[in-house]
């Protein structure tokens, strides 16, 4: 049995566009919150960008906006080991053994997986589209992770980990730790300002619905104040009838901590341009405040220095969960 401070907690973030608010919200923020209360890993996922072909030169430039964003957000490299996935072999290795666990029906039904592929190119669908949860678990399994905080969408892949963590473990014996998720109760989900029933989305690149965390304020703001609500003129949080307005009180909620009932209560009787304006004041105080410590922290020679120390230790842990696996396996 693990004490406290030695379970852990990890998260990644894929570098595939600038980062959102609902990156923010539903994920590194509560890594943040949380960090001091573990063992705590978190990375750029960057094998998991070349599911679909990129651009080279965009990539290495996105791999390291999302440490310095790490950072910018509050990510203290003394305290969690930050790196780059690629820099650590073993999750290649991993990767393929956790795909060889998994069956093509488990991987059929991923949602993320029948949204993503409903959108084929001409040469039909990505086989990294359909393989990459089992990668994600072998990002997670590699460090004997007890806890993930991740967004609603990710879900579902931290429970094929833990099933498939128990399946090994039934086959082989005992060598992976069980997973739990962690989900927010507030802003697991934020939706697309112009289109609340739909995921806000890095991949959707500039867009009047979607808050990068670069972008300049007065956009956010004009965002914010342009974002689609309804005709009822009432500030309720009624996810079906009125998706724009709660949306934007989870936003409220999420950025600021006040509950979504006290939210409800305070905008009592006013109107939606009050209630955006708000919302807007949140949301440009939390990111203006991103964005100050996002320049200092864009030097290439400290990211280099926190990812190439933050590679060593990591993969101590890497290599050595994946000899346990080895072993089992009869691989060695
Ligand atoms: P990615 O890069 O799509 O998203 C990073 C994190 O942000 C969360 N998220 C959201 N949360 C709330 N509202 C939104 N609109 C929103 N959009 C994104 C995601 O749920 C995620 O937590 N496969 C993963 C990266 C990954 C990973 C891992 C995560 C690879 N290996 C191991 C955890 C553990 C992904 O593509 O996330």
């Given at each position: 049995m693990k004490n406290n401070e030695q379970k852990v907690m990890l998260t990644g973030v894929r570098p595939s566009g600038n980062l959102t608010l609902g990156n923010y919200l539903g994920a590194i923020k509560n890594f943040v919150m949380r960090q001091n209360q573990y063992k705590s890993y978190i990375f750029v996922a960057d094998l998991h960008a070349i599911t679909s072909p990129r651009d080279p030169a965009e990539l290495k430039t996105a791999i390291n906006d999302c440490m310095a964003m790490y950072l910018a957000c509050g990510v203290d490299p003394e305290q969690t080991i930050m790196f780059?996935?690629?820099?650590?072999?073993e999750h290649g290795i991993m990767g393929f053994i956790m795909t060889f666990q998994t069956h093509m029906g488990e991987l059929s039904r991923m949602t993320q997986f029948k949204l993503k592929s409903q959108n084929v190119g001409k040469n039909g669908i990505d086989t990294g589209l359909f393989v990459y949860p089992p990668l994600m678990s072998a990002d997670i399994l590699l460090y004997n992770t007890d806890v993930v905080p991740v967004g609603l969408d990710q879900q579902q892949h931290v429970e094929l980990t833990r099933d498939l963590a128990g399946r090994f473990n039934k086959r082989y014996g005992d060598t992976f730790n069980e997973p739990d998720v962690y989900i927010a109760p507030v802003g697991n989900k934020i939706l697309n300002l112009?289109?609340?029933?739909?995921k806000m989305n890095k991949?959707?690149?500039?867009?009047?619905g979607t808050i990068f965390l670069m972008d300049d304020l007065k956009l956010v703001r004009k965002k914010i104040m342009s974002a689609v609500t309804d005709n009822e003129s009432v500030i309720r949080f009624d996810e079906s009838a009125k998706p724009g307005i709660s949306n934007l009180i989870s936003i409220l909620a999420a950025t600021t901590g006040e509950s979504i009932e006290a939210i409800e209560k305070r905008f009592a009787g006013h109107g939606y341009g009050d209630f955006k304006r708000e919302v807007a004041d949140a949301v440009c105080g939390l990111i203006g405040n991103i964005q100050t410590k996002y320049q200092r922290f864009k030097n290439p020679d400290v990211l280099d220095a926190i990812l190439t120390r933050g590679a060593e230790r990591a993969r101590i842990v890497a290599a050595e969960t994946l000899n346990r696996a080895r072993v089992a396996l009869g691989l060695k």
């Open positions: 780059r996935q690629s820099d650590v072999l112009q289109n609340p029933t739909e991949s959707d690149g500039p867009n009047p």
